[in-house]
């Protein structure tokens, strides 16, 4: 799939560079992001025993781009953009510890038209609780230091028993087509195409065998001023063919440093879905994909001034049919000494509670310290 990607984004550079070889400029650029942490954690006592208190995930991201830029509206990008990570309690099966994401965009008058490795229209548009840089609250990097047994990938186990994020991310990043409309009456509409959702970077992992995983997924984006608030909306809803359909709605109002936002979405299944909890793998786990009907929200506050930004978010998410469920509290600080370092403060309480024996939940406190260079 990958050669067919890359195939089809070559393809496209040539075309664009004959066409418009006597007008316009080439464009590049080149940057990243390195993060490192610390991390004390306390769990209940019966989990105690199976997770160490101290934790040092450490990562890095770089994004590239080159392209040819048209004319003042018209620009066309190939990006490649890699992301390596190190001591992490959820990792990205793809590629093990590293992944990457290789895409072409088209800006034009008429919208952007996106192909590659991106995520899909209404995870584009998405609003909800305010993210403190690193510490987001949805797919929380939370669960590198207070680990989630709902959620595991690692070795031969991947399993999603809840939803991680209130954004349609269950397609990930696997190659599609994306189309997201120009702004008009402070309003976007977004519409993207996946034919295989194989990426284990979302919700459908390499133990689901749906007879076709192909996904469509729409987006709405609307914000608006009034003399006491500025305010963003969004709407979602994915259809992931023989997997469950999805909704999202989400809602963030700014006020003189202040954010408050939040987010929710629903999954669902249908008779012609494919059926739940059965075995078809003998490294599958028991109900991987109950997150199918389930539900999950966050909402969140933080305040910005000068170089100091700090927000409180909670989030949590319920499976459909079962007793799992995921809650987790955080505050995070950010603390930004120039343009290229910054350091981060973070406490963070979680409860995750699992079917079946006591070493499916797990419920603990966090306190995490670290320093993130950008350049």
Do not use: C
């Not at 065998?209 to 006491?228: E, M, P, W």
């Amino acid at each position: 799939m990958k050669k067919h990607v890359l195939s089809a984004l070559m393809a496209f550079f040539v075309v664009g560079k004959v066409e418009y070889s006597l007008a316009g400029e080439w464009i590049y650029d080149v940057s990243g992001i390195a993060d490192g942490f610390y991390g004390y954690s306390q769990y209940s006592d019966k989990y105690r025993r199976n997770y160490k208190h101290h934790h040092t995930p450490v990562s890095a991201e770089i994004y590239t781009f080159a392209g040819y830029r048209f004319d003042v509206d018209t620009e066309f990008k190939i990006g490649l953009d890699g992301q390596i990570a190190d001591g992490k309690e959820v990792e990205d099966y793809n590629h093990g510890t590293w992944g990457e994401n290789l895409y072409a965009t088209l800006t034009s008058n008429y919208g952007e038209f996106s192909l590659g490795q991106i995520y899909n229209a209404a995870y584009q548009l998405a609003v909800g609780a305010p993210t403190v840089g690193y510490f987001r609250i949805n797919n929380s990097p939370l669960t590198d230091f207070i680990a989630n047994p709902n959620w595991q990938r690692h070795s031969k186990t991947t399993s999603y028993r809840t939803l991680n994020s209130t954004y349609l991310n269950t397609d990930a990043d696997a190659p599609k087509v994306s189309y997201v409309t120009p702004e008009f009456y402070s309003t976007k509409i977004a519409v993207s195409y996946t034919p295989d959702s194989y990426s284990e970077a979302g919700l459908i992992n390499k133990h689901s065998h749906y007879d076709n995983r192909s996904s469509y997924a729409t987006g709405l984006y609307h914000n608006f001023v009034t003399d006491v608030v500025e305010a963003e909306t969004s709407l979602g809803y994915a259809y992931n063919r023989k997997n469950n359909q999805e909704a999202s709605a989400g809602l963030s109002l700014y006020r003189k440093g202040w954010t408050l936002g939040g987010s929710y979405r629903q999954s669902w299944t249908t008779g012609s879905d494919y059926a739940l909890n059965v075995h078809t793998h003998n490294d599958q786990p028991l109900f991987y994909d109950g997150y199918r009907q389930g539900r999950a929200f966050n909402v969140g506050l933080s305040y910005e001034i000068g170089p100091l930004k700090t927000g409180v978010s909670y989030f949590a998410a319920y499976a459909g049919k079962t007793d799992n469920k995921d809650k987790i509290i955080s505050w995070a600080n950010r603390f930004a000494f120039n343009k290229y370092l910054a350091l981060y403060l973070t406490a963070a309480y979680a409860e995750y509670k699992g079917e079946g024996v006591e070493m499916k939940s797990n419920r603990g406190f966090a306190t995490i310290g670290g320093l993130e260079l950008s350049f």
